[in-house]
């Protein structure tokens, strides 16, 4: 690993647009629909990147709109070259670069490679028979004892392993039955997704958000797990940065782009060999130490992962913020305050993850402060993770209602209701029947009123994101946690050459004395941005959600 202790950051990392970017993710099935089919297209996303340019973000995330049966809402690809119908067609993606790179944005596709949908066309000859020429591209296995050939879970089902009667063998899904997993070991499936990565680059896109892409080396043996509810033998496998240095090989290195993994099972000392600069694997990642390893807030142990993980980069390596996407409950519910306090907590959240060393990502609906749902019926619910965990727990026995209760505050629907445009009906996101309910609260809480409210979370993050344009010291500073073990208060500074910014915030429901804003000095002359009025009065202290932006 590179490590170079005293030098400031910049000397040791080269700029790029990328690490000074602030990327939008949009789902986009739930974002504007301009058909009237319940569904959001791409359509929708051109008629609303005044908005989002107004808003500031440099860089566009679609979720997958190749054609998808659909079974896990387009990471079931069948087609990698088409567009499903639902979200349009290449007109309509070609007008959508246009349009984005006329404003001075970009855009990157998110690429399922790990897996394929059943029904594409490579797994229907894979699953023919034993001696069709694709049978290999698939990872398919003889049963043992009467069972399937180990003992693992899929993320989606309670085993990896799904039989066929035609061929006499299991396959092997990491995520739901539907999705098989692709045999990277095999040279020319390797090449045949390096062909297609280049069709879509050499269509202008920017880059490549990569699914579980930690996940495409398997076990050699594929041998039982000491504890198959872990997972984690699905993930960094030996061979896996060979796979990645070869793509970085064939195809990443011969474009301008941004690539960022979604790697989950990893710290730093594991997430460094997939983005050190001198690797030629991937520009940034996704580590889940948050999102799937903390359920609920826990600033003591929120500071010390990201002063491990600052530590475990700095000069070799670039992270990624993220509170929550479209697998994550939305964060001013998950980790704030979405009753009393929500506008506070969601500009809090916002203010943190803008300026902690790494990119920001803002998953649509975060900017106005969209908050988790809560449908009465199961039947409300689309999402596959949790429909199947459902069903197994029930299938075991369990009361319905109990088991319905456990699963509804991380339901990945949480987080993929429809955006709140307007307090219209369906909140203007269609003149149909939305494929999945709209939040009740949509009335209160949409893009027109955020608009018209200066002090909504909308302009704060606004702000945030021009902050960032115009300041080198968010993105490029360096990281100094100041608080310590507090249960509370996360104070901390970026430094870069002689600039020093001081950012507080108090996650809590109680106002809290700082003594550390004593220490260094700050008046409200120095205050660049907060989320409260200034009052004398509370100098020295933080009111509940509090967060302040200093340079000091
Ligand atoms: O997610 C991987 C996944 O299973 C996440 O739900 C998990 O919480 C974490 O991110 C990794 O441990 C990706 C997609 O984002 C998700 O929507 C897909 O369903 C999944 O892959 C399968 O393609």
């Not at 990565?197 to 920017?206: A, E, S, T, Y």
């Not at 300026?355 to 749902?373: A, C, F, R, S």
Request: one cysteine or more; charged letters at 30%; a negative charge.
């Amino acid at each position: 690993m590179l490590k170079t202790e005293q030098k400031p950051i910049t000397d040791q990392l080269k700029k790029a647009w990328w690490k000074e970017a602030v990327v939008y993710q949009i789902y986009w099935r739930s974002f504007n629909d301009t058909t009237g089919n319940g569904f959001g297209d791409l359509e929708g996303v051109i008629e609303k990147l005044d908005y989002l340019k107004e808003l500031g973000v440099d860089v566009l995330w679609l979720n997958p709109f190749y054609d998808s049966p659909d079974v896990d809402n387009g990471y079931d690809i069948s087609d990698y070259y088409a567009i499903m119908d639902k979200a349009g067609d290449f007109n309509v993606f070609n007008r959508l670069m246009t349009e984005v790179h006329a404003r001075g944005m970009k855009v990157i596709m998110d690429l399922v490679v790990n897996h394929t949908s059943d029904q594409h066309p490579w797994f229907q000859e894979s699953r023919s028979s034993k001696n069709n020429p694709k049978r290999d591209w698939y990872i398919w296995k003889d049963g043992v004892n009467g069972g399937p050939p180990n003992n693992w879970r899929s993320y989606f089902a309670p085993s990896a392993w799904e039989w066929e009667e035609q061929t006499n063998q299991y396959y092997f899904h990491s995520f739901a039955v539907e999705q098989p997993d692709l045999n990277w070991e095999n040279r020319e499936l390797r090449e045949e997704i390096y062909r297609m990565m280049r069709f879509w680059l050499d269509k202008g896109i920017d880059g490549f958000r990569l699914d579980v892409i930690n996940l495409l080396a398997k076990q050699a043996g594929f041998p039982d797990a000491e504890n198959p509810y872990t997972l984690d033998y699905l993930g960094n496998n030996p061979g896996i940065h060979d796979f990645l240095h070869e793509m970085h090989e064939e195809v990443f290195k011969h474009y301008d782009i941004m690539t960022v993994g979604e790697i989950p099972f990893v710290g730093p000392e594991d997430g460094v060999l997939y983005v050190g600069e001198d690797r030629e694997e991937l520009h940034t990642l996704f580590h889940f130490e948050v999102a799937d390893d903390m359920p609920s807030w826990d600033m003591r142990r929120f500071k010390e992962i990201q002063k491990r993980w600052y530590e475990g980069l700095k000069g070799c390596g670039w992270n990624s913020q993220f509170l929550n996407n479209h697998d994550h409950t939305r964060q001013v519910t998950r980790y704030g305050n979405d009753g009393k306090y929500r506008v506070e907590s969601a500009k809090q959240l916002g203010m943190m993850i803008h300026t902690l060393p790494g990119i920001p990502y803002v998953y649509q609906g975060e900017e106005i402060g969209m908050t988790g749902v809560r449908f009465p019926s199961i039947e409300d619910y689309n999402d596959v993770a949790m429909k199947n965990k459902y069903k197994e727990e029930v299938d075991k026995g369990r009361d319905p209602e109990e088991v319905f209760e456990e699963l509804l505050p991380l339901s990945r629907d949480n987080s993929r209701t429809p955006m709140h445009w307007t307090a219209e009906r369906n909140a203007g996101f269609t003149s149909g029947t939305p494929w999945i309910k709209t939040n009740p609260n949509y009335k209160d809480i949409n893009v027109e009123r955020a608009l018209n409210d200066s002090n909504s979370v909308f302009y704060f993050y606004k702000t945030l994101i021009e902050l960032r344009k115009n300041n080198d010291v968010m993105v490029y500073g360096d990281f100094e946690d100041l608080s310590g073990q507090d249960e509370h208060l996360y104070i901390y500074k970026r430094t870069l050459h002689s600039t020093t910014w001081l950012i507080a915030l108090n996650h809590s429901e109680e106002e809290k004395e700082c003594s550390l804003l004593k220490d260094y000095e700050t008046s409200f002359d120095q205050l660049i941005l907060s989320n409260y009025d200034n009052d004398e009065n509370k100098r020295y202290k933080l009111r509940p959600y509090e967060a302040r932006l200093y340079s000091i």
